[in-house]
């Protein structure tokens, strides 16, 4: 089956109700990926984690001393433990599946009579699929039209070389084998280097050519991030530590009290107070839940690690069109025989003659069913001004097309006379390649340059337009064997987006740079660098600039330039690796397949989701789903909240582990009563986990996130400033409740009484510290007036469990302690908090004396 171009908007594809039919009936256009663990796998995973294994040894030297109650309620709370995880578990895959369902590829199809974007899982046999360079082939399809169509086939033949590929009059829709030119098959997995075209889907997921050699398509990556390695060491570490301390414990015990049961019992209850293990489960948990969050800012990340590095981020290099502007073009000036005409009001209906011919090649040199704004634009005013007259050509349809290259930034496309048969040219580009084009006079060319730039210093995009007739039967190789005349100029208007301008100031405070980086004039560059409140305006490099200057040279000037025009997608690799050179954290922009090598060096290659081609978005680790620049902003911003949030996380979990070791550690050493048994440390896990998973992931940014400079990304999750600050919060702690017990012994309170105090200080100790590492620039008094919807469930349930603790009896008696009294609670409550009133002081001082700077 093979249709002409003017067939192609006749066609109506598959209707809604159709291709739900058949999504039902087929199943997802996708590959099997690995299975979702299943609550028992996620059970048997807990069953290897050295706290579990554990908690089994105390429940067997329980059940060894006789202590059956004791070896019961470790069971309990070992069942409420595996209940936490698999729900933490579930949430952290829930939100890496809806990322999946983000990541996959899109698909362009006609359905109803109308092009509709999709998601490549959503296509069913018999869609119609727009294929343009750059994307990836949702399936394997037949092709039914085609314009220079070359296609990449590695993936599936291992060859390098692209493909040619023809529809085919009356093609066997039995699809063969990939390989070989001018084939009518395009498969799924293979790229479109060069071209476009329409076809018809054969089969999808399992049936296509990929499904059944048993490859996978590209997925969100997980890889082991710098965190996770930083942590994976600590906790690596620590176990050590732990386990020879709690090996010193035992025989400590042992030989001063000759009880090695008990010895052995206090020994894994302090190696259960020292083992951080919920540095693992808290950092995947922050980073899976903080890619979901992006996402519901319109910003897909694809690669964990991208989450790391937005907060290190110091030079942000972004595309004018589209990012900086709202890809909305607008002709509003045009130049034609000597003359300019202002297209001011957005109603006009009709053009003084001399201009129509302009706007007739303009169109020419355009699609016929375009998706470019600037091409977009033509066809509109060609609508609205030439609608009556003979410069319109509906039933002309392009023989030829020459496209855009690096060398030469213009287009051309054929067309033969219907009646004469005759050839016609239109090509349009930027106004110095359409000059080339013209073979025009050194003189001629400065004239026009005048032209060009009057019209771009208002901030309009400038296109140069040219025509020419061919009488040959053979074309030429290439545009420059035409004999082109110059037929005018075509000033276009893409307004800033509103957001933009709020969004630079907003990175100027951050400390971040941006660099605007377009194909455009320098003069309308400026102009829009004006707009939008860039820095440093006056200094411009050139595209043609940057390809004379040598690396050392770009290094020493690219500190000082923050506008590069004509610049080609290919040159973005220069910037990227002399930015990288000064040592600056470059996140880049792209959306074409030349703009992939860049994307891919820069530290975070942001792809535009709702422009970019597959391939753009397959080397970014971010993509915007949304092409606007506040989104990267705003992604940044996310970023430094994540990272913040997550080292407060870290903070606590280190400060809560201090006194917990401490006093399962001290008493025994000292020879004092036992305060903790493994039943202490399990309710202490039970508020700690949700703490610093759940409180801290939900926590908002702090006032000052993009008010400070970005992070040096070599500074460590666990610095020496994070480091002394959780252990002086845990060692304050640990010295408030172990003079608790220490006092309410030598008051002859019994070691219940005592015990139960000191536990009480310590709850409270502990829901101080999850409210004081909730901001560090804020007093706990107003982090509370911010909302946090998990803290108040936490803080509930740790009150809740203390009170049935300590005056239920049964729990009473499995816990050790003893009733308390209004006053005990009072006292417990106060020198609990007394624990991190130093900290409050210090964040007080600290405010002010950085109010005081500011004023200076």
């Known amino acids: 089956m093979k249709i002409s171009e003017q067939d192609i908007k006749t066609l109506q594809g598959l209707s809604s109700a159709e291709a739900a039919e058949r999504l039902k009936k087929c199943g997802y256009n996708e590959l099997p990926s690995a299975k979702k663990r299943s609550i028992i796998k996620i059970m048997l995973e807990i069953f290897k984690e050295p706290m579990f294994l554990l908690l089994v040894a105390c429940g067997t030297l329980y059940l060894i001393l006789g202590d059956v109650e004791e070896a019961l309620m470790l069971l309990g709370f070992v069942?409420?433990?595996?209940?936490?995880?698999?729900?933490?578990?579930?949430?952290?895959?829930?939100?890496?599946?809806?990322?999946?369902?983000?990541?996959?590829?899109?698909?362009?199809?006609?359905?109803?009579?109308?092009?509709?974007?999709?998601?490549?899982?959503?296509?069913?046999?018999?869609?119609?699929?727009?294929?343009?360079?750059?994307?990836?082939?949702?399936?394997d399809a037949v092709l039914i039209w085609d314009m220079n169509l070359t296609v990449?086939?590695?993936?599936?033949?291992?060859?390098?070389?692209?493909?040619?590929?023809?529809?085919?009059?009356?093609?066997?829709?039995?699809?063969?084998?990939?390989?070989?030119?001018?084939?009518?098959?395009?498969?799924?997995?293979s790229l479109i280097v060069q071209g476009q075209g329409v076809a018809k889907v054969l089969s999808c997921g399992l049936d296509t050519e990929i499904g059944k050699i048993g490859k996978a398509l590209h997925n969100i990556e997980e890889e082991k991030t710098t965190l996770q390695k930083e942590t994976g060491k600590i906790v690596k570490t620590v176990f050590i530590f732990a386990a020879v301390l709690s090996l010193?414990?035992?025989?400590?015990?042992?030989?001063?009290?000759?009880?090695?049961?008990?010895?052995?019992?206090?020994?894994?209850?302090?190696?259960?107070?020292?083992?951080?293990?919920?540095?693992?489960?808290?950092?995947?948990?922050?980073?899976?839940?903080?890619?979901?969050?992006?996402?519901?800012?319109?910003?897909?990340?694809?690669?964990?690690?991208?989450i790391e590095t937005l907060g290190a981020a110091t030079v942000l290099c972004v595309d004018k069109t589209g990012t900086l502007t709202q890809n909305r073009m607008s002709i509003k000036k045009i130049f034609s025989n000597n003359e300019i005409y202002d297209i001011s009001d957005s109603s006009i209906s009709s053009l003084p003659e001399i201009f129509h011919e302009l706007i007739e090649y303009g169109i020419?040199?355009?699609?016929?069913?375009?998706?470019?704004?600037?091409?977009?634009?033509?066809?509109?005013?060609?609508?609205?001004?030439?609608?009556?007259?003979?410069?319109?050509?509906?039933?002309?349809?392009?023989l030829e097309?020459?496209?855009?290259?690096?060398?030469?930034?213009?287009?051309?496309?054929?067309?033969?006379?219907?009646?004469?048969?005759?050839?016609?040219?239109?090509?349009?580009?930027?106004?110095?390649?359409?000059?080339?084009?013209?073979?025009?006079?050194?003189?001629?060319?400065?004239?026009?340059?005048?032209?060009?730039?009057?019209?771009?210093r208002d901030g309009l995009r400038v296109l140069g337009v040219a025509k020419a007739k061919f009488n040959k039967n053979i074309l030429p190789g290439n545009q420059h064997d035409f004999e082109f005349e110059f037929v005018g100029l075509i000033g276009l208007a893409d307004p800033v987006r509103d957001s933009v301008p709020e969004a630079i100031k907003e990175c100027y405070r951050a400390g971040i740079r941006v660099v605007m980086i377009t194909g455009d004039y320098p003069v309308t560059a400026q102009n829009i660098a004006r707009q939008i409140g860039l820095a440093n305006i006056d200094r411009i490099i050139s595209g043609p600039e940057l390809s004379a200057m040598n690396p050392d040279e770009l290094k020493d000037k690219i500190s000082e330039v923050n506008i590069f025009s004509r610049v080609v997608p290919e040159q973005k690799l220069l910037l990227v690796n002399a930015l990288k050179a000064k040592g600056e954290i470059v996140a880049m922009t792209g959306d074409g397949v030349n703009d992939a090598p860049a994307l891919k060096s820069s530290h975070i290659g942001v792809a535009m989701g709702e422009r970019g081609t597959d391939v753009a978005r397959e080397s970014s680790a971010i993509v915007l789903l949304k092409d606007d620049f506040a989104s990267i902003v705003a992604a940044v911003r996310l970023g430094r909240r994540i990272f913040d949030n997550l080292k407060k996380a870290m903070a606590y979990i280190i400060?809560?582990?201090?006194?917990?070791?401490?006093?399962?550690?001290?008493?025994?050493?000292?020879?004092?009563?036992?305060?903790?048994?493994?039943v202490h440390i399990l309710f202490l896990e039970l508020l700690i986990d949700p703490a610093?998973?759940?409180?801290?992931?939900?926590?908002?940014?702090?006032?000052?996130?993009?008010?400070?400079?970005?992070?040096?990304?070599?500074?460590?999750?666990?610095?020496?400033?994070?480091?002394?600050?959780s252990v002086l919060q845990g060692l304050f702690s640990?010295?408030?409740?172990?003079?608790?017990?220490?006092?309410?012994?030598?008051?002859?309170?019994?070691?219940?009484?005592?015990?139960?105090?000191?536990?009480?200080?310590?709850?409270?100790?502990?829901?101080?510290?999850i409210l004081t590492n909730r901001s560090w620039c804020k007093s706990i008094l107003s982090s509370l007036r911010v909302p946090n919807p998990a803290l108040k469930w936490v803080m509930l349930g740790a009150v809740l469990f203390l009170g049935l603790v300590i005056y239920v009896p049964f729990l009473q008696k499995m816990f050790h302690f003893a009733p308390m009294h209004s006053l005990d609670i009072i006292t417990a409550a106060v020198t609990g908090m007394l624990s991190v009133a130093w900290f409050e002081i210090v964040k007080i001082i600290s405010v002010k004396k950085h109010v005081e700077l500011l004023k200076d």
């Open 692 to 725: 610093c998973s759940i409180v801290f992931e939900q926590e908002k940014e702090e006032a000052n996130t993009m008010q400070r400079p970005p992070r040096d990304p070599a500074e460590p999750l666990f610095g020496k400033r994070l480091l002394l600050l």
């Open 401 to 456: 097309e020459y496209p855009l290259s690096r060398e030469l930034l213009s287009l051309s496309h054929v067309y033969k006379h219907p009646e004469t048969g005759a050839y016609y040219v239109s090509a349009k580009g930027a106004p110095e390649a359409i000059f080339d084009l013209c073979h025009l006079e050194l003189r001629e060319k400065d004239n026009l340059a005048v032209k060009v730039d009057a019209i771009a």
């Open 248 to 306: 010193i414990l035992i025989c400590v015990y042992g030989m001063m009290r000759g009880d090695w049961l008990n010895g052995i019992l206090a020994g894994i209850t302090l190696a259960m107070a020292m083992l951080p293990e919920e540095f693992p489960v808290v950092l995947t948990i922050f980073l899976a839940l903080g890619a979901w969050r992006m996402s519901k800012k319109q910003v897909l990340t694809r690669r964990v690690a991208a």
């Open 152 to 189: 990449d086939e590695s993936l599936l033949t291992g060859e390098s070389m692209p493909v040619r590929k023809s529809p085919q009059a009356e093609a066997d829709l039995t699809i063969t084998r990939p390989g070989g030119d001018d084939l009518p098959f395009i498969y799924s997995g």
């Open 364 to 398: 020419l040199a355009s699609k016929k069913d375009p998706f470019d704004p600037m091409e977009k634009a033509l066809h509109e005013l060609g609508r609205k001004t030439l609608y009556s007259t003979e410069h319109l050509h509906a039933g002309w349809n392009i």
């Open 734 to 769: 640990f010295a408030v409740i172990i003079a608790v017990y220490k006092v309410a012994l030598a008051l002859e309170q019994t070691v219940a009484e005592a015990r139960t105090l000191s536990f009480f200080a310590l709850i409270v100790s502990n829901l101080c510290l």
């Open 655 to 678: 400060s809560v582990h201090i006194p917990i070791a401490g006093i399962a550690l001290i008493p025994v050493l000292l020879g004092w009563p036992v305060i903790l048994y493994p």
């Open 79 to 139: 069942f409420v433990i595996i209940g936490i995880t698999i729900y933490q578990e579930n949430k952290t895959e829930k939100a890496l599946d809806a990322l999946k369902d983000l990541a996959s590829p899109r698909a362009l199809v006609i359905r109803d009579g109308a092009e509709k974007r999709i998601a490549g899982r959503e296509v069913v046999p018999g869609d119609l699929i727009i294929i343009r360079e750059g994307d990836r082939i949702p399936a």
